[in-house]
């Protein structure tokens, strides 16, 4: 690890990591054998599984959970909450303790084309590929094609 990685002590790295510089990880757990491009920010509670490759430019917040054997493109982004605000309605910065973190699911074997945006509350299903540039807003069925805005199924897939 060189001298622009920041990793704080509560990250859980597995055997065979391979992580880039210019990355930013906490409380997060990562699975053997797995790749981290350059310039991703994984956070807190995040976990990714065994023989991933997470591209450069993505944020994987809180709350999201990637299988084994996942492929996420350049500049992925995942969302975990479904009513973003700055302020409570007292106008007061609001805290963790202000809103409810989604979570989200990265089936095993699926494959995320760069500039995909995801929001919360979702699962890609097994094997599934998400097309470039897409906006997931619902689940995606295992074994399935699905692209654009909002990301609709194209085709199926031989499992």
């Not at 599984?49 to 350049?74: A, L, P, R, Y």
């Not at 963790?96 to 995909?116: L, M, N, Y």
């Not at 097309?131 to 199926?156: E, F, Y």
Request: with cysteine.
């Amino acid at each position: 690890m060189g001298e622009y990685v920041c990793i704080s002590d509560d990250v859980r790295l597995g055997k065979n990591v391979s992580l880039s510089k210019f990355i930013n990880l906490y409380g997060c757990e990562i699975g053997d054998n797995t790749k981290v491009g350059a310039f991703v920010e994984i956070q807190k509670n995040a976990r990714i599984g065994s023989n991933c490759k997470i591209s450069s430019h993505t944020f994987i917040c809180d709350g999201v959970v990637i299988e084994d054997n996942v492929f996420v493109g350049h500049n992925v982004t995942f969302i975990n909450d479904l009513l973003p605000r700055a302020t409570t309605d007292g106008g007061t910065l609001q805290t963790e303790a202000d809103w409810v973190c989604e979570k989200t699911i990265i089936k095993r074997g699926a494959s995320i084309g760069s500039s995909a945006t995801l929001l919360c509350g979702i699962t890609v299903g097994e094997n599934a590929i998400v097309g470039a540039g897409s906006v997931v807003t619902r689940d995606v069925p295992p074994n399935t094609i699905v692209a654009g805005n909002p990301a609709r199924i194209k085709r199926c897939i031989a499992p």
